[in-house]
């Protein structure tokens, strides 16, 4: 099964994309990387490569940021050698995470999951 990391400025928020994602696909394997080192508000490399450590399997690993600087601290992580099996997706966090981690429980691999959450980016909320 294709893991899934959330990272935001907010460990709340992180954590909570992973409640709602967790409603529709439970099996899902998610992780969050929110909030800085200190507790407070930011992103912290360390807690991004934690969790996809936390959620790596031999299927790949989608990672989703909620915007700023968290896509830049997930950027810089994923430049570093051993993520090759490890894509950073554009799409919006929470309707991302929910259609991915859907598609992840399903059996899809690591192109189809991130394709689901893509297509988030498309959706009519009206």
């Known amino acids: 099964m294709v893991g899934i990391v959330i990272v935001s400025h907010s460990r709340k928020l992180a954590e909570g994309v992973i409640d709602a994602a967790h409603i529709m696909a439970a099996e899902c394997p998610m ?36 915007m700023g600087s968290a896509v830049m601290t997930a950027e810089m992580v994923l430049e570093e050698p051993g993520y090759e099996n490890v894509i950073l997706v554009d799409c919006p966090v929470a309707e991302g995470a929910i259609a991915g981690a859907v598609s992840s429980v399903c059996g899809d691999d690591l192109k189809e999951v991130v394709r689901q959450a ?9």
Not at 43 to 61: F, L, N, R, W, Y
């Open 31 to 66: 992780a969050a990387a929110g909030g800085a080192d200190d507790g407070g508000y930011g992103t912290s490399p360390q807690k991004i490569k934690d969790a996809i450590q936390e959620v790596s399997g031999p299927d790949g690993v989608a990672v989703l940021a909620d």
């Open 118 to 126: 893509e297509s988030a980016r498309t959706m009519s909320k009206l």
